[in-house]
């Protein structure tokens, strides 16, 4: 009896670094197929040669016992694959309609006028929508919707195809715990009509929890295949890592200093309405919320990228009735974001410009960037911050873990002290996350403050001294460390008073 899908002996160099070594993957019809390991490990690389986005340099790929050719992602769809990347790939001018039958629009009768039926595509993308629990009108463009809704309008795309595989690669990245039971019940279903799942994800609770099989691929190569009932979250845990890892969330206890920044009052086109809150010094202050609640809204607004608002921001007592980026840098604010938000790092650039960018006069001389000076500074942040990579590297090369370190070390180089940092460990792996909790620590040790943005309710409560909980743009309770847990900041996240 063959398998349903079965990935042979693949190998792939780039640059003439193996970074798949003879990686072999059965899966069965109607399996949730998770597969799993650090950033870098392979994964990412192993479903896009799945997709036709990468070709193989050695291997064969079976679909239900017979030898396919991919080499395009047009083969690959053809075939019934279909990939929900972990970056949105959405055009965000265009409707959430014409985005999911987008070059596959239905015609109207008579074939030779070749007019769109637009009545149906409207209608089809509503059913969608319900089935999502997702009330939004079809015609809203994407790039009005939060990045849960996009990622949902991402997988509504994939399953439009009627595609027999779905790969999900990190799909509850930007989801919160209530749109996430929505994704799981669709896997659920999804399962039941025999589609095939292969699931990427970090997060290794939600792989106990809706997974069949779980694979583990470490620096390249297929570890071992398990049924997930057979093994424990510690064992998938060390065997991605090759090592332990004791402590998930090191929080250090810090007395928190004198008030740092304070927002008074903050309002904002109607998505941000009386914001009031003070961070200390040395204080990791958590905001947290469900889809749509305005947390990341009110963090573009307190860095200046969106305005103008109403109320006053106060960075070290000095009163500021208006903000841009300019001003937040000059007074020490910076914006740490989120891995794929086209806002954190210059895409096709060494690291080593990334890094400098926050203060080009420093690696100048007479007007002119020294690179000598640039790489040298760069090298040493890389160092410091364990980026496994050269300074001359192109950062679309790292993986989200070493690029989420290349944004801090360029806040770090301009001397940032006040850091709003957005989903400081979304689409990461466990072992990473730790580095980048650790960076968050010594950064509060040196007497600096965090703004930490993030819906994962787990790290809120491991890492903050304070959360800040969220609903329709207000901040409906600011609980203390002592009395946070994950069912009162759900309580307060649905609007409970």
């Not at 650090?38 to 040669?49: D, H, P, Q, V």
């Not at 841009?324 to 086209?342: D, E, R, S, W």
């Not at 072992?431 to 909790?437: L, R």
Request: aromatic share 8%; charged share 25%; net charge positive.
């Amino acid at each position: 009896m063959y398998a349903f899908l079965e990935m042979r002996n693949i190998t792939k160099y780039f640059n003439g670094n193996k970074v798949l070594d003879k990686c072999s993957l059965s899966v069965n019809q109607g399996e949730v197929h998770a597969l799993v390991g650090e950033n870098g490990a392979g994964k990412s690389t192993l479903m896009k040669i799945l997709a036709g986005l990468f070709t193989p340099d050695e291997g064969e790929i079976l679909l239900n016992g017979k030898k396919v050719n991919i080499t395009t992602p047009k083969q690959s769809q053809d075939l019934g694959i279909a990939m929900i990347y972990q970056e949105v790939r959405l055009f965000s001018d265009l409707s959430i309609a014409e985005n999911i039958f987008i070059n596959r629009q239905p015609l109207k009768s008579p074939k030779f006028l070749r007019l769109i039926d637009w009545n149906k595509v409207y209608s089809e993308t509503t059913d969608y929508l319900k089935h999502f629990s997702l009330d939004i009108d079809p015609h809203t463009p994407v790039k009005n919707l939060s990045t849960g809704q996009q990622k949902f309008v991402e997988i509504i795309k994939a399953l439009s195809q009627n595609a027999n595989v779905i790969i999900m690669d990190e799909p509850t990245s930007a989801l919160t715990e209530q749109e996430i039971d929505v994704l799981f019940d669709v896997i659920r279903t999804l399962k039941s009509i025999g589609k095939t799942v292969i699931y990427i994800s970090h997060r290794i609770q939600e792989i106990k929890m809706i997974a069949d099989r779980v694979t583990i691929i470490r620096d390249g190569k297929i570890i071992q295949t398990s049924d997930v009932k057979s093994v424990d979250i510690n064992t998938i845990i060390k065997t991605m890592a090759d090592r332990e890892i004791e402590d998930r969330y090191p929080k250090l206890n810090i007395k928190p200093g004198p008030v740092v920044f304070s927002a008074r009052n903050i309002n904002f086109e109607g998505r941000i309405s009386d914001v009031s809150f003070d961070v200390r010094k040395g204080e990791i202050f958590g905001i947290t919320g469900l889809s749509g609640s305005g947390r990341r809204t009110l963090a573009r607004v307190l860095f200046g990228i969106d305005g103008p608002y109403g109320g006053v921001i106060e960075i070290n007592g000095k009163k500021l009735k208006n903000i841009t980026p300019k001003i937040a840098k000059k007074n020490g604010l910076c914006f740490v974001t989120g891995i794929g938000t086209g806002e954190g790092l210059i895409n096709n650039m060494e690291i080593s410009k990334n890094i400098t960018i926050t203060d080009l006069l420093r690696v100048s001389r007479f007007g002119v960037i020294d690179s000598g000076r640039e790489f040298n500074i760069a090298r040493d942040y890389i160092k410091r911050l364990e980026i496994q990579a050269s300074e001359k590297e192109n950062v679309d090369n790292l993986s989200g873990g070493m690029q989420k370190k290349v944004i801090f070390a360029k806040w770090l180089f301009a001397n940032a002290k006040i850091l709003i940092i957005d989903e400081p460990t979304a689409g990461i792996d466990i072992s990473s996350k730790v580095d980048i909790y650790n960076i968050i620590n010594e950064l509060v040790l040196s007497g600096s403050s965090i703004i930490m943005i993030s819906s994962d309710f787990s790290e809120i409560i491991g890492m903050c001294d304070r959360v800040a909980v969220m609903y329709n743009g207000r901040i409906q309770k600011i609980l203390s460390r002592d009395e946070c847990t994950q069912e009162k900041i759900l309580y307060y996240a649905s609007g409970g008073k």
